[in-house]
């Protein structure tokens, strides 16, 4: 474990590394031209920090960086995007309290979105699980596998977050769940009805000596268990399984919240985002719901004298392109 400090219990860049590129290639799936890449970026940088990449400090990426400077904006970028994931998974598998990726400056490029889902994909999800869910077919594993995705879909959560969640996050008497995100950092997200009715149907599943909501033999299920479920839901609702994980159904819950109109703020907070640049960047609608959004709601939206509302001015489509 290594602390906020920086400070490191013996913890290998190779076991640390592998263990990255393990998680990579089950969740993200990623192929093996990209894993290798990220294997001899991340090597790279461990031996130019003296093997030292796992414990290292800010000031390390800082001495890092620089050693970069020689380098095309293209490669840089490329090394930064492979620390800083490698540094979310040592974070996330609690193998260090902070991330010192922040320091690292990315070169001037434009940032790609997340991936989506439109409605009728989601659509497509749940009647799958209700199908599976159904009074004649239910089974404990459809039960759970229902309620992370209306977890991960209706309330937004991240999977590690999902996967560790305590027995006392939930209680049947209240609408929401009580998150410990990242940093240690408490929050509670909302409870859809939906999701409510789920987790008291799993309630009569789950081992009620479990300390943890979704449980397994050993702990809690895992984040593996917890991809290779949604793969599977996602073939069986006819799409493709790459195109669908448990971080893909969280972006389709904030893009979808935000199209219908939730504050950016509140929206920030649910997710568990520490600055609002990151919901911002996270979400995304198209520029011509948000023109809409604007001419119906907004106060001076009643003294427009325009017959339709519909068309938007060369500059906010220009702006948006920019921005989508």
Partial sequence: MVG??????????DEAIEGFLAMMAVERGAAANSLAAYRRDLFQASHALKGRLAASTPEDMGALQEKWSALAPSSVAR??????????YCVDENMRGDDPSAQLVRP????????TLDHAAIAKLFAVLEADCSEENAKPASIRLLVMVELLYGSGLRASELVSLSANAYAPDRPFLIINGKGGQQRMVPLSGRARSALARWQDYRPSDSLWLFPSRKAHISRIRLFQSI????????????????HVLRHAFATHLLQGGADLRAL????????????????????????KLVNARHPLAKFDKSSSGQSQPDSVASQADKTD
Avoid: C, W
């Fill in 4 to 13: 906020s400090g920086g400070s490191s219990e013996a913890l290998s860049d």
């Fill in 79 to 88: 090394k930064i995007s492979a620390v800083r994931q490698f540094f979310r």
């Fill in 108 to 115: 001037g490029q434009r940032r790609s979105l997340p991936k």
């Fill in 231 to 246: 793969k599977g839901l996602a073939l069986r609702a006819g799409l493709n399984p790459d195109a669908v994980s448990p």
């Fill in 268 to 291: 920030q907070m649910m997710l568990g985002h520490a600055d609002i640049t990151t919901t911002q960047i996270y979400t995304h609608v198209d520029a011509d719901h948000l023109v």
